[in-house]
């Protein structure tokens, strides 16, 4: 099975994506996470994306796709998190491979805002936490991992208006794209994790 996770940002892609990666043993690709590692290691392609993650812009699809095609070609089932995020590379997928199922998380600007704001990640795992909502056990520090949790650069108020921006000019009009290949699937985003969760599971057939 191949999905794509579509939403603004702090939508709940990444949680979802790692709950299917979890209970459906699907290998979740996460663009942003893939991004942040290169930047943390140094790397060239981490040099080059750095500056355009910190104000919220988009990297240059030209990156982005080479780097998602040499991911996507290593696993035969996967949800994407992250990518497509244009036109542009809603077209380079297509060429690469066949997407059953697109999940379109549908939240509104306020519900974003209080995510992101206390969200903590970690750096070894990529595991996301929220203060109130989903808190790890002991505080700040990662349940799997025992990493210390640490605030994302890009969630501060002026860089997430920018990142709601992006997505609203770039990465809504694919969802057009995928109603029209019979593929999309609206949900509801502001519920509850495992409610949500067992939405996306029903759209897929795999229901309780
Ligand atoms: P990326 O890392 O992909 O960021 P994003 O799309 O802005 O999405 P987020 O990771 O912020 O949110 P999410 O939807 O995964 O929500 P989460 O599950 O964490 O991209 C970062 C940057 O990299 C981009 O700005 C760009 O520069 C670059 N980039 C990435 N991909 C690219 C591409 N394809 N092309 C070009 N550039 C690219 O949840 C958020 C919070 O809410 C968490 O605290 C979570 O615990 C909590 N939460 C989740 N669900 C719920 C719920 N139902 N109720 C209450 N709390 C919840």
């Known amino acids: 099975m191949r999905i794509v996770v579509l939403g603004p940002p702090g939508a709940g892609k990444g949680t979802q994506a790692e709950m299917l990666e979890r209970e459906l043993g699907l290998k ?10 290169e930047v943390r290691k140094g790397t060239e392609l981490g040099k080059r994306a750095e500056k355009y993650m910190k104000s919220g812009e988009l990297v240059p699809d030209d990156l982005i796709v080479e780097m998602m095609e040499k991911e996507i070609s290593k696993y035969d089932n996967f949800v994407l998190d992250g990518f497509p995020r244009n036109l542009k590379q809603a077209e380079a997928l297509d060429k690469m491979c066949r997407i059953d199922k697109v999940i379109l998380l549908e939240v509104p600007d306020e519900v974003i805002l209080e995510r992101l704001s206390l969200r ?89």
């Open 120 to 208: 903590r990640s970690c750096p070894k795992c990529n595991r996301v936490y929220h203060l109130k909502y989903n808190p790890p056990k002991e505080n700040e520090i990662c349940d799997y991992c025992g990493a210390k949790l640490y605030q994302r650069d890009d969630d501060k108020e002026e860089v997430i208006k920018k990142r709601l921006e992006v997505y609203r000019k770039e990465t809504e009009p694919i969802a057009k794209f995928y109603r029209e290949k019979g593929i999309l699937v609206k949900v509801n985003g502001s519920k509850s994790i495992e409610e949500i969760f067992s939405d996306i599971k029903g759209v897929l057939g795999n229901g309780d």
């Open 28 to 37: 979740h690709l996460s663009t942003g996470d893939i991004l942040r590692e």
